[in-house]
């Protein structure tokens, strides 16, 4: 009786549910489109099971970076959190974050574009809902009425056929033809403007073995990328220090070098006037960036199952699917994409998705990275304010090599 | 009250202990303790994230700030290509080895002949000559602006409170602010300051680039710190004006000492101690100059405006080479500590 | 008074009223840009940047901008953080400063020129330099949890990670030394005669005669504490402790509304001017001299 009285108690206590428990995620702050969806994702989660739940921060854009690596040098990283993907490969070679293979591999990311996922030495790391697409800009009227072709899929602008037709914009009177957002650094210098070398057959540095970016960042090839580069400045085709971001929309600019987080404010003001094209071709097809803000599971997380739930929660085809209905921002599968008004097939930003199938690259995945980025914006910013493209080159390939030397070779 | 001497003197341990203990303990912890750490880590190599794989690698960061390589440009060399960065480009790649890890930094003209200097960090020497540069610049011109604020705000007039508020107005407004719209005041097409210009002397005035020209920047720096922090000094030097006793004043007036007396034998010799103060703290905070540039230029352009703490913020946190960051805010530390008692040694001398 | 003498007095008013005039332009402009941007709705703001009229009220002006940050970020929380942080380091600061200066200019004992140069040394590191190794030590510093007043490790995300190691400010101990060393013997002395020990005079005696930079030290503290950036971003990640610069941030990433922007950066300004302004009418002239015969 006793027995049947302890077992019956006992089985009731397994039973009974326990309180979800927390599952802290932080992520960085950004505008309210993006942010509301996260909430509701976050809360279609939390209604769909009832064992975790998950508790997310947001911490300043700003200073996200700095703030991440204070609480991953202390020990105090939550058990998921966003990163910007190129940092990705070096928080994995610190040891922060663990890698998504085996049990945490999330279901659904092989679905994921290259944009959406990030690895290290084949292993996976991070993945995301969303990618972002480089784009040249322009409104049809304003081409028409210059008697300027429109750039296609198949065919580009050439770097040349571009800067002529700049120079032809300038001639007929237009100030600072192209708005390049010369006024921003950080890492959009190195995410839009290296693509420019990988067009050209050059790249930040030899991507079979991670080693060597002498004779390819300082090639032959990238120093007429650079040379271009300053050109445009030089010409006054582009404003080295824009007042505001304002050019392309006050109809200052006819070109408009942007992400395509811009698509959302552009349609509102142009409607179907506007063009997204893509950018110049510097030799071979034109190149864009990948890879934007995805998701990592620290390595310091208890409960790593848990994690790997949310993560596979969040790539889910429909996940990303609602997440870009509401923030317009480009699907990282087909699956979701075809589920989207903006980008299934007859979407008008279906382009976008083209784009990035075709022409896109990540940036080198090595723990490198934000040295070799460093350099990069360095030597571009140098060549902006009048210096030489080949000195300059030089100095960040020295830099990296350095510091690959320094750090012997990361692993490689 | 045995040990208790005719003149204040010496005080016992405990009194002392109470008084200075807390300060004591707080920089012990807080600013000692990670100096030494840091001292520690400049003899590492020590990444951002990497708190574990560490090793020891003895003087090699501070020979990598100094080392310098002289080699004379030979002559064929010269004849074909004049460019000295181009001539040292030539010959590394002739002789890898030799020069590896050299970059190009200046060149000079030594006996009739070229020669070429390298060093292995070429920007930290050059950060080294433009901290001095902001300094001779920004000491002068900021503290005779905040002596001439104090003097002025000193006086009883009308509407002296507003000034007071007014003067202190640019060190109370957030940098990101005071930045963001200085950066709009010296724009070169649509900034204040150039279409003053164009106003006051016509559409072909000289509108100076002077954020982007690597001549002006540092100028525009030091007048747009100068501008934010005489304030602060001010403040500085209206407390040590306070601290002159009224009395003096008066016997002057009743001896019939005119303005410009008083100034010079009552209020200059009262404040010797605090321009003393004055300048030193400002050529120490001039040193370390790093916010004004990291928002406005980024170093830029072409490395005029790069300091000794912004580069090796930019090389401690950027590219996570914090060991090396270290050395070099070592050297600074060594560097101002070195300067500040040349200064205060002379001034005394001066003054007296 | 003569009409020559006259004239060139008010002459010499008007002349006076116009370099004020100038100056409070030269000085206040940006502060006023500021302020004037919270009010005009962002697309306005660079539109009329050349213009000297930006500054005056125009009927586009509008509340919306403020409405927006009280409703949208949460400065009301971040005001109360960063007031908190802030008044306690004047406070505390204020004592612990000019206690330790008082110990280096008046007493005599052995060490006190080492402890001097110390301090004196102390001046010149700048913050970046110790920013690193100074999170390593804070994340594993002890603390007594004022809730629970269980030990708690680590010092990260809290309002007392903010201030506690930067109390001990050598500007400040600077600046108390400079003025202490111009305060005359003969009154410490005189409270010695009367048996008074070392705290006593310092308490008494000493401190009451330095307002003037107890005033500019309380300024120093307090502007050095809610300007704080770098620092908080460091340590503080999560919300409940954040202050307002970090706050700023937020706001700068969200939006590329100026507007915006600028109406948070006036709020977060205000706090000091008024701080300013109720601490510097005790800027007037110290009765030390008179202390010397009565």
């Known amino acids: 009786m006793k027995y049947l009285l302890g077992a019956a108690l006992a089985l009731a206590a397994m039973a009974a549910p326990a309180a979800p428990q927390a599952l802290h995620v932080w992520r960085h702050e950004t505008g309210d489109l993006e942010m509301v969806a996260s909430a509701k994702a976050v809360e279609r989660f939390n209604r769909q099971q009832s064992r975790w739940r998950v508790v997310v921060e947001t911490l300043p854009q700003g200073s996200y970076q700095q703030a991440v690596t204070a609480a991953a040098m202390t020990g105090k990283l939550p058990c998921v959190l966003d990163l910007d993907q190129p940092s990705v490969p070096n928080f994995a070679w610190a040891g922060h974050i663990q890698p998504l293979e085996g049990k945490l591999r999330p279901a659904g990311a092989d679905a994921l574009i290259a944009g959406g996922r990030s690895t290290l030495k084949g292993k996976l790391y991070a993945v995301g809902q969303f990618d972002v697409v480089l784009a040249l800009y322009a409104r049809k009227s304003v081409l028409q009425k210059a008697g300027i072709r429109v750039a296609s899929l198949e065919q580009p602008y050439t770097a040349t056929e571009f800067r002529d037709i700049l120079r032809q914009l300038q001639k007929q009177g237009v100030r600072y033809p192209l708005d390049l957002n010369g006024q921003r650094n950080g890492e959009w210098v190195t995410y839009a403007f290296s693509p420019w070398l990988q067009s050209a057959g050059a790249d930040l540095i030899d991507r079979r073995t991670f080693k060597v970016a002498d004779g390819v960042l300082n090639s032959d090839k990238a120093l007429t990328v650079l040379d271009y580069y300053r050109s445009l400045f030089d010409e006054r085709l582009a404003s080295r220090k824009p007042v505001d971001e304002q050019a392309f929309t006050s109809g200052r600019a006819v070109f408009n070098y942007n992400g395509s987080w811009a698509d959302s404010e552009y349609r509102k003001k142009f409607k179907d006037d506007l063009l997204a094209m893509p950018p110049p071709a510097f030799g071979q097809a034109p190149r864009i960036g990948a890879g934007s803000w995805q998701w990592a599971v620290s390595s310091s997380c208890p409960h790593p199952e848990a994690a790997r739930q949310f993560v596979e929660h969040l790539i889910s085809a429909k996940e990303i699917a609602a997440f870009s209905m509401e923030t317009g921002l480009m699907p990282t599968s087909e699956a979701a994409a075809d589920m989207t008004p903006m980008y299934r097939v007859g979407g008008y930003g279906r382009d976008y998705f083209e784009f990035a199938r075709r022409f896109a690259v990540l940036r080198p995945e090595t723990p490198a990275y934000p040295l070799i980025s460093s350099s990069f914006e360095r030597a571009m910013k140098e060549v902006r304010e009048g210096g030489d493209a080949a000195e300059a080159l030089d100095r960040a390939v020295e830099a990296i090599q350095q510091d690959l030397k320094r750090n012997r070779g990361y692993g490689f | ?352 | 008074m003569s009409r020559s003498s006259e004239g060139a007095l008010v002459a010499g008013k008007l002349l006076h009223l116009a370099l004020m005039l100038l100056a409070g332009i030269v000085f206040a402009y940006p502060m006023l840009f500021m302020f004037a941007a919270g009010f005009k709705p962002s697309e306005t703001i660079f539109a009329e940047l050349g213009s000297p009229t930006a500054l005056i009220p125009n009927a586009s002006w509008t509340l919306a901008n403020y409405r927006a940050m009280f409703e949208k970020g949460s400065i009301g929380a971040y005001l109360f953080n960063s007031g908190l942080v802030s008044l306690v380091t004047v406070v505390a600061g204020i004592f612990i400063n000019s206690a330790a200066a008082f110990a280096l200019a008046k007493l005599k004992w052995r060490g006190q020129g080492v402890a001097l140069s110390l301090v004196i040394g102390l001046l010149i590191v700048p913050f970046e330099v110790l920013a690193i190794p100074l999170l390593l030590i804070v994340s594993k510093l002890p603390w007594i949890d004022i809730g629970t007043g269980a030990i708690v490790f680590g010092w990260l995300d809290s309002l007392h990670v903010q201030f506690v190691p930067f109390l001990a400010n050598a500007f400040c101990v600077f600046l108390f030394y400079q003025f202490f060393k111009d305060v005359p013997d003969e009154l410490l002395e005189a409270a010695r005669m009367d048996g008074a020990g070392a705290l006593t005079i310092y308490l008494r005696v000493v401190l009451p005669v330095c307002k003037p930079v107890i005033v500019t030290a309380a300024i120093i503290l307090f502007l050095g504490m809610w300007n704080q950036y770098l620092w908080p971003v460091m340590t503080v990640h999560t919300s409940e402790a954040r202050t307002v610069m970090v706050g700023l941030q937020q706001y700068y990433g969200r939006t590329t509304q100026w507007g915006e922007i600028m109406a948070y950066a006036s709020i977060i300004t205000l706090p000091v001017l008024i701080f300013f302004l109720a601490f510097q009418k005790h800027f007037i002239r110290s009765v030390v001299g008179s202390g010397i015969k009565g």
């Not at chain 2, 009250?1 to 002392?16: L, T």
């Not at chain 2, 010296?186 to 279409?195: I, R």
């Not at chain 2, 090796?312 to 600074?332: C, H, K, P």
Request: proline share 3%; net charge positive.
């Open chain 2, 1 to 352: 009250m045995a040990s208790d001497i005719k003149h204040f003197g010496h005080a016992r341990w405990s009194e002392v202990a109470a008084l200075l203990g807390p300060a004591l303990f707080l920089f012990a912890a807080f600013v000692l303790l990670p100096f030494i750490m840091a001292v520690g880590f400049s003899f590492t190599n020590i990444k951002l994230l990497q708190t574990d794989k560490v090793e020891w690698v003895g003087l090699d960061n501070y020979t990598r700030m100094f080392s310098l390589k002289l080699v004379e440009a030979p002559a064929a060399l010269v004849k074909v290509q004049q460019n000295p960065a181009r001539q040292w480009r030539q010959l590394k790649r002739a002789d890898p080895v030799a020069f590896d890890g050299f970059q190009y930094l200046t060149d000079l003209e030594l006996a009739g002949s070229q020669y070429l200097v390298g060093a292995r960090d070429p920007q930290f020497l050059r950060s080294i000559v433009n901290t001095f540069l902001f300094a001779l610049l920004v000491v002068p011109l900021q503290c005779g602006l905040a002596f001439a604020m104090a003097l002025w705000v000193n006086q009883k007039f009308r509407g002296r409170v507003g000034l007071r508020t007014v003067f202190f107005s640019p060190v109370v407004t957030s940098m990101v602010v005071v930045s963001a719209i200085w950066g709009l005041i010296l724009h070169t097409d649509a900034g204040l300051l150039n279409q003053l210009l164009r106003a006051i002397f016509g559409e072909d005035a000289a509108q100076p680039d002077w954020l982007g020209d690597s001549r002006l920047a540092m100028l525009s720096i030091a007048i747009m710190s100068a501008w934010q922090g005489a304030g602060f000094q001010m403040l500085i030097f209206l407390s040590g004006l306070q601290g002159i006793s009224n009395d003096q004043y008066e016997a002057a007036s009743v001896m019939g000492a005119s303005a410009w007396q008083k100034f010079i034998y009552i209020t200059v010799p009262g404040l010797k101690r605090t321009l003393v103060f004055v300048m030193l703290s400002t050529t120490i905070m001039a040193f370390g100059l790093f916010t004004q540039v990291d928002v406005l230029t980024g170093g830029g352009p072409r490395d005029s405006t790069t300091t000794i703490i912004f580069h090796a913020v930019r090389v401690g946190f950027r590219e996570q080479d914090i060991a090396y960051g270290s050395a070099m805010t070592l050297f600074f530390f060594l560097f101002v500590l070195l300067l500040s008692f040349g200064q205060k040694k002379i001034m005394e001398r001066l003054g007296s």
